[in-house]
């Protein structure tokens, strides 16, 4: 088989470099390991986990009602349902996938695929094996989640992010190893779900990469419905009894204690070892990353890498904006990575969204800044939600006015914080946010009334002048 771009990895950033370089007119090629598109987000992450925390939201949500004089039953899980509608929304985007590459004439093999040469890849399905021959390709084939050998991993009670979403059964009492986004979104469902949760985790807070006034709200809520938060703690050993797994952790103050299952949520490490990268001259370094320039290319000028494999973070947007511009790029368009930032979102209860420079980098490297932190306690739309607990903040140059970041902690803090991005990304100053009328009662003028507070004009709050 000869095609002109060849696409290794069926993933976001894969089928999107596939579909937009079809659009431009070549002949694509799209190599996929598994039988369906999508890759782990579409299959076994970020569609399947939302659609489960969703149902937790509404299991919680119900709960929380109590307080408005409207009290329900206890819910009734049928597992078998559940998981039914989980894979009916991961199958009807795939199948949706399927049809796109169909109509634009992306050829789709299924096989794992490893580099023979500089211009051929070689595809094995089982007992079948087809080489092909391509002009340019584009290596988007992802990572995978970080296990620690000393566990004992053949043992089916200790469960690794997939294992958790395929929710064979609902454990009376979990461990969750990381306080990082996947370890607290498992939480969040399993805890919904009816599960007795603990979470421990090496540095001295939840969700580390964030500041810790957006991290608060959420910390102050979970620590009095999980069992126990290990922070700046390590678990050391794992050992499989009949009766569940026995963990070990650093330190005196916590003995040994058994659960019924761990999920292991450390982190993921990029796949770029798995390929045969070197027989195509591609540099892939000890940790599996590929580097790359801001035009996706490797040290290789007609092959490219895109998504987790060429760094962190490793999400999913930031795969796609890569997947068309190395598409792009081979079509003959001048285009690169310019994004000012790309945003992260914990979509736990409550959610935290956060974009652009972080308040902890700020301080890091002396840089001045303005900073206005709203608290939901003071908005309306948030109180009549009987959600008071989140704040929204905004970072600003203190010389210039020019939006630096911000951050959302609270109910649809991922779907509030794109207005912040945009801000950023068209250079946005303070007063033109604080300017921006923003629709009453809702929850997105909490970050107006942030800019309000670093411009002093707002009435919504008391602030002693200076």
């Not at 200790?158 to 607290?184: H, R």
């Not at 001259?281 to 890498?305: C, L, S, W």
């Amino acid at each position: 088989m000869k095609t002109e771009v060849l696409v290794l990895g069926g993933g976001p950033g894969g089928y999107t470099a596939a579909f937009r370089a079809a659009d431009l007119g070549k002949k694509v090629t799209l190599v996929e390991r598994y039988p369906v598109l999508g890759g782990v987000c579409l299959n076994v992450g970020c569609i399947p986990s939302k659609a489960l925390l969703h149902v937790a939201h509404t299991i919680n949500e119900a709960k929380e009602s109590s307080h408005a004089g409207v009290t329900f039953a206890a819910p009734e899980i049928n597992l078998d349902k559940l998981r039914e509608h989980k894979s009916k929304i991961s199958n009807g985007l795939s199948t949706g996938l399927a049809g796109l590459a169909k109509q634009r004439g992306v050829t789709v093999v299924q096989g794992l695929g490893q580099f023979v040469s500089a211009n051929s890849l070689q595809v094995t399905n089982g007992d079948k094996s087809e080489q092909i021959e391509f002009e340019q390709a584009i290596i988007a084939v992802g990572s995978q989640a970080v296990k620690i050998p000393s566990f004992p991993n053949d043992d089916k009670r200790l469960m690794d992010s997939t294992d958790a979403l395929a929710l064979e059964s609902v454990p009376e009492k979990l461990l969750i190893i990381g306080g990082g986004i996947i370890g607290l979104e498992m939480a969040t469902v399993y805890h919904a779900l009816g599960s007795k949760i603990s979470i421990v985790e090496m540095q001295d807070q939840i969700i580390p990469g964030c500041d810790k006034d957006l991290v608060r709200p959420l910390m102050q809520k979970i620590k009095d419905q999980y069992e126990k938060i290990l922070l700046s703690t390590a678990v050391e050993k794992i050992e499989a009894l009949p009766e569940g797994l026995k963990v070990s952790f650093s330190g005196d103050k916590n003995p040994p204690e058994l659960f019924d299952k761990v999920l292991v949520a450390i982190g993921r490490r990029p796949n770029g070892k798995l390929i045969a990268a070197d027989k195509a001259g591609v540099n892939v370094d000890e940790r599996g990353f590929i580097a790359v320039d801001k035009q996706m290319r490797t040290n290789v000028p007609h092959i490219y890498a895109i998504g987790d494999v060429v760094g962190n973070p490793m999400l999913a947007h930031k795969a796609v904006h890569e997947g068309k511009i190395a598409a792009e790029v081979i079509a003959g368009m001048p285009s690169q990575w310019q994004a000012l930032t790309i945003p992260s979102v914990a979509y736990t209860d409550p959610e935290i969204a956060w974009m652009g420079l972080t308040e902890n980098a700020a301080k890091a490297e002396g840089i001045e800044y303005e900073k206005g932190a709203f608290p939901w306690a003071a908005s309306g739309r948030s109180l009549s939600m009987g959600r008071k607990e989140g704040v929204t903040k905004l970072l600003s140059d203190k010389k210039t006015g020019r939006i630096l970041g911000a951050g959302i902690t609270g109910a649809n803090a991922g779907e509030l914080i794109a207005e912040a991005v945009l801000a950023l990304e068209m250079g946005a100053y303070v007063e033109d946010i604080a300017l921006t009328i923003h629709a009453h009662p809702t929850l997105a003028e909490t970050l107006g009334f942030a800019a309000e507070m670093i411009e002093g004009s707002i009435t919504d709050l008391f602030i002693k002048k200076r």
